[in-house]
């Protein structure tokens, strides 16, 4: 807006003009994306759950051996160390490892395993290893890594059976992440039909529902687990056990989405826009599709995302007891089972990494799930 | 008030008659009997069950009847004489079977009850009084570690170091003079000798997750214009702090005892199994894998009795501490 | 009674800065100004100008991690007679026995500034022991009568219940009992009738002034509500931006507004009687924050006669144009020929 005025000292004219700021209108889903990109900690966790779902998906690929595949000479072998520089001291680009032999250590009077500097095996990219079948599919048998025959890596050790502990780790990880995607998909259904008709039709439906879920709540969590485990019949094959497992975890995780989507509805039912869409006249569906939704649609996000570690600790849990994921199987959890005698153990630590990957998972989820409720609360200025 | 409390109360008993019917039916449903399993189990050692000796146990133990007869024949000795049955799998009265134990996990949950208090709230009201510090950042890591860790690692993991590093089987709540003897004091006091490890790990996920919680309520009420007017009358600092804020943050603390007990006694289940205690947790386990249908069922409906019952205390406790909960009741 | 000509508190160039994200917020950017004992003075703004956090600078609890600079001088009538209240640590016990003894504060909204898991009696007891004695059944009696005395009935049976137990306005008036129950020297209200209803707001205001009359404190009355200003105190400061704009006796600034700020104000008050065809008239733009200000005249992209050139090139300081009156605006030369005297490069009114 331009102004003309006369100045009261000199009378001379002056001209002023105002311009405006530039600004541009972003959508809600680009402002959300934006405030959780500075959330740096949940953006790397955003990454490196989705490289795990990727690595765990291609978890044959990824791996240097087989799952099930047996080393007989390396039962129990810890983590192998990688090389770049030889006994000698020269360097190499391309890392390797030593031979590893079982001796008996003259001290202790155990069986140790040691490297034995004299032959050196390289470390190869898309290396030929055990064949599998990529995405259940397509028959190949590249690995993204080994090392040459008769050389030997194994990155985490390997159990008692001698299989290679990160390759079964991978191939647990897929099944710990999936079946609590399952769980959850599963309890998301049922809580958020629930929770639906609760929050939006109140009164006596409301009560009831409400009734049932304090009920389930106030339930020692693990111990129905078991006994609702114990149900699935050894006889099943293990992908009905998957969907088994899942459908037990989701019939208790269930109240908490159903309380969350019941709560909210109730809050926004409240809300003052809603009173307002009703007074212009909107149809009742379009108040839930057009007004309702959106406000509710990321809070729903954020609540599941909470949610997934409470599935895949309660899988890890229940398959460490015998009762999730049966053998042969692999999941997170019966990788632990092997780590169930103490004295194996405190000789063999190794065996407690896939404990680890564990936590860094639902740890990843945590912050990723914190991150995304700061990035979509309105009202929050980051 | 007191129409309310009798209200909760009478709620009580209807949750904890649906309790026990829930835990019966559930034990009953896979398919099978104990009566089966046992006839396999004979079969594997290689004994040929004798028929009329199954036949004889299986109207023995009524396993024949249609399930709602069987849920009464279970449900009325308990409700009057407090006669639980007899175990299947042990071929002892249930009763016998689970009292020590169901006493134990008892000791065990609320011992870690009264850990994760003591220990939360102290390191809540530091983290949020000296925010953004090398201590919060310090326990917030920890917390975060102790809600992401299962039950069951922490327990292993504790199990490893005091191996490794004290050389000590840590492990069982009894010393062995004690294991088998009647109570006494000194017994009493053994095993109160024997509770900080069950109790650490067991506890350790409820305190990071309660720690989280009281830590933001607190930060959330720091804000509030009743601090503020506090200190606009010149109230010194801590005070301040512990008679205002702290007490309002404390209320969804004290009512989430609620949330906490069925975590605490669902984690001692599992702790229970991996340390290998005498408590309800692995006998449970066993009792589940065998069917034997008195004894789990018994367990699981005593083990939701106590979270139940538990959540009661809480709400009456939450009536206490909130003035306004007490009136709105009132009216 | 009180010696209206005797001075009570001497603000000089107070700070408020708080380091934010964004930027830095200068809430408080050089407020100056002297209160008499008796006397009322009126903050007036709209919301974010920085008279609330003047207040809490002045009490010393503005957020720990703001800083604060400047003076504010307390003239007693205990030793030592004149204090600076910047100069002490504010979680020390030399501001706390200030702070609701001899400044007292009265907040907006009764409801939260109480806690509602205390009685009254209990939050209003805590101030009169901290301040005026020990005596539990003595600080009880006092409580009582201080509720007798805003005008609360039954008031040994009130002072056990719970603030949600009172309507708004007896809330705001518990407050007000509480405040005065140390015998301040200093009242400040932050907006304590904006919550209430219209009639209530009458009462609670003549109450205000009845104490006051009766007690010879001063007031400092923070308020964006101008009917308010025109009916309590005695002279007026207009805050924009965290700045004092125009400084006048009440009178003079209704009829005799000597900011463009203030004239807007004053132009957009809705006149009742007046006809109906016309526009209301608003102050265009929106209020901005005070983060990361540019330098020159706060007001300048909202104002209607502003000189470019020079009101976004140098901070008009605020200087006396009239008997008693200050404004802050280049258009009064007593403020270019101030602002000339700490400029070396001198100010015109040409375009540079």
């Known amino acids: ?160 059976l001698g299989r290679d502990l990160l390759s079964r780790m991978f191939l647990g990880a897929r099944t710990s992440l999936f079946v609590g995607l399952m769980g959850l998909a599963l309890g998301f259904v049922l809580g958020l039909f629930f929770g639906g008709i609760s929050g939006y039709y109140g009164g006596g439906i409301d009560t009831l529902i409400q009734r049932i879920i304090e009920f389930l709540q106030s339930l020692p969590t693990l111990p129905l687990w078991m006994a609702l485990a114990a149900l699935v019949p050894p006889e099943w094959t293990p992908i009905q056990v998957y969907f088994g497992i899942s459908l037990v975890l989701a019939t208790i995780g ?129 | 008030m007191g129409t309310y409390i009798v209200k909760r109360f009478v709620y009580m008993i209807v949750v904890l008659a649906l309790v026990s019917v829930l835990s019966f039916y559930i034990i009953n449903l896979p398919p099978g009997s104990w009566i089966e399993n046992y006839a396999l189990q004979l079969a594997a050692e290689g004994t040929i069950s004798d028929q009329s000796e199954l036949e004889f146990l299986t109207t023995r133990y009524g396993l024949d009847q249609p399930l709602h007869i069987q849920y009464l024949r279970w449900i009325v000795p308990v409700i009057t004489r407090g006669d639980f049955g007899q175990s299947f799998e042990w071929r002892q009265p249930v009763w016998t079977l689970i009292q020590e134990r169901l006493f134990l996990t008892v000791v065990i949950s609320l011992a870690s009850v009264i850990f994760v208090y003591l220990v939360s709230i102290p390191i809540a009201l530091y983290s949020a009084t000296h925010q953004y510090s090398a201590g919060d950042y310090f326990f917030s890591f920890i917390g975060l570690i102790g809600l992401a860790t299962p039950n069951f690692l922490l327990a292993l993991v504790f199990m490893v170091v005091m191996l490794r590093v004290f050389g000590v089987t840590p492990g069982g709540l009894f010393s062995p003079e004690y294991l088998r003897a009647p109570w006494s004091m000194a017994k009493f006091l053994d095993l109160l000798s024997h509770l900080p490890v069950p109790v650490i790990v067991v506890g350790t996920a409820g305190t990071a997750g309660l720690i989280r919680v009281l830590r933001s309520q607190l930060l959330d009420e720091f804000q509030k214009q009743y601090v503020i007017t506090a200190r606009a009358k010149g109230v010194q600092e801590t005070r301040l702090i512990l008679k205002y804020p702290f007490r309002m943050a404390l209320n969804p603390v004290i009512s989430g005892i609620g949330g906490l007990l069925p975590s605490i006694v669902s984690g001692s289940a599992i702790v229970s199994i991996v340390l290998g205690l005498p408590t309800t947790g692995p006998l449970l386990l066993r009792a589940l894998i065998a069917q034997d249908t008195y004894a789990a069922a018994s367990m699981l409906m005593m083990l939701s009795f106590l979270t139940v019952i538990g959540v009661f205390i809480s709400d009456m406790l939450l009536i206490w501490l909130d003035p306004r909960i007490r009136f709105e009741r009132a009216n | 009674m009180a010696d209206h000509n005797q001075l009570l508190l001497e603000v000089e160039d107070l700070r408020t800065y708080l380091p934010l994200e964004e930027g830095l917020l200068k809430a408080v950017d050089g407020v100056s100004f002297k209160l008499n004992r008796g006397h009322t003075l009126g903050v007036v703004g709209e919301s974010g100008c920085g008279k609330s956090m003047t207040a809490l600078s002045i009490m010393r609890i503005a957020p720990v991690y703001a800083q604060t600079s400047g003076r504010v001088i307390l003239h007693r009538k205990v030793a ?220 300048y992209p909202r104002c209607p006669v502003a000189i470019e050139g020079l009101c976004n090139r140098v901070d008009p300081p605020l200087v006396e144009v009239d008997d008693g009156h200050k404004s802050a605006c280049f258009l009064y030369p007593e403020v270019v020929s101030a602002a000339n005297e700490t400029m070396p490069a001198g100010v015109s009114h040409e375009q540079s």
């Open chain 1, 254 to 382: 269930w109240t908490g989405l159903a309380r969350v989507v019941r709560g909210k509805l109730i809050s926004l039912r409240e809300e003052d826009y809603i009173m307002a869409a009703k007074l212009s006249g909107v149809r009742e569906r379009a108040i839930i599709t057009r007004h309702l939704l959106p406000g509710f649609a990321s809070y729903l996000i954020v609540n599941i995302t909470l949610a997934i570690p409470g599935m895949i600790l309660g899988e890890t849990s229940l398959s460490f007891l015998g009762l999730g994921i049966r053998p042969p199987a692999v999941s997170l959890g019966t990788l632990l089972q092997d780590a169930q005698n103490v004295q194996t153990v405190t000789l063999n630590p190794w065996l407690l990494v896939p404990g680890g990957l564990v936590i860094v998972i639902v740890i990843a989820f945590n912050f990723l799930g914190d991150g995304l409720r700061d990035a979509a609360d309105p009202y929050k200025h980051v």
């Open chain 3, 80 to 299: 030592p007679s004149s204090v600076d209240l910047m100069m002490m640590d504010p979680h020390g016990s030399e501001i706390r026995s200030i702070r609701g003894g001899e400044i007292a504060m009265v907040f907006q909204e009764p409801m939260t500034s109480f806690s509602p898991l205390h009685t009254i009696g209990n939050q209003i007891m805590e101030a009169i022991l901290l301040h005026r004695t020990r005596d539990k059944k003595l600080a009880r009696d006092i409580a009582i009568d201080m509720l007798a005395r805003v005008g609360i009935s039954n008031p040994a049976q009130r002072i056990n219940e719970y603030p949600h137990h009172l309507s708004g306005g007896m809330r705001q008036r518990a407050m007000i009992a509480m405040a005065l129950s140390c015998e301040p020297s200093l009242l400040i209200a932050d907006e304590p009738t904006t919550a209430l209803d219209v009639t209530v707001q009458a009462q609670v205001l003549k109450l205000m002034r009845d104490l006051q009359a009766e007690f010879g404190m001063s007031i400092l009355y923070i308020t964006h509500d101008l009917g308010v200003i025109a009916r309590m105190v005695d002279e007026v400061a207009v805050m924009y931006l965290g700045q004092i704009v125009e400084f006048a006796d009440t009178d003079s600034l209704f009829y005799d507004p000597k900011h463009p700020y203030t004239q807007a104000l004053l132009k957009s008050v809705p006149k009742i009687g007046k006809k109906s065809r016309k526009r209301l008239e608003s102050i265009q733009g929106t209020v901005p924050i005070p983060i990361n200000k540019p330098v020159g005249c706060g007001f």
């Open chain 1, 1 to 160: 807006m331009a102004t003309i005025d006369r100045d009261a000292g000199t009378g001379t004219a002056i001209a002023s003009l105002k311009t405006e700021p530039a600004y541009e209108i972003l959508s809600q889903r680009q402002l959300i994306w934006r405030k959780f990109k500075r959330h740096r900690v949940a953006y790397i966790c955003l990454y490196i759950l989705i490289a795990l779902y990727i690595v765990s998906i291609f978890a044959e690929f990824f791996a240097p051996y087989g799952a099930f595949q047996r080393h007989g000479n390396y039962l129990l072998a810890p983590p192998t160390p990688i090389h770049f520089v030889d006994e000698n001291g020269v360097f190499y680009l391309r890392p390797f490892v030593f031979k590893i032999t079982n001796e008996l250590n003259m001290e202790t009077f155990r069986r140790e395993y040691v490297e034995d500097t004299s032959e050196k095996y390289f470390l190869h990219f898309f290396k030929r290893g055990e064949p599998y079948q990529l995405l259940g599919l397509i028959e190949t048998d590249i690995h993204f890594f080994g090392v040459d025959e008769p050389g030997v890596f194994f990155p985490v050790g390997t159990d008692s």
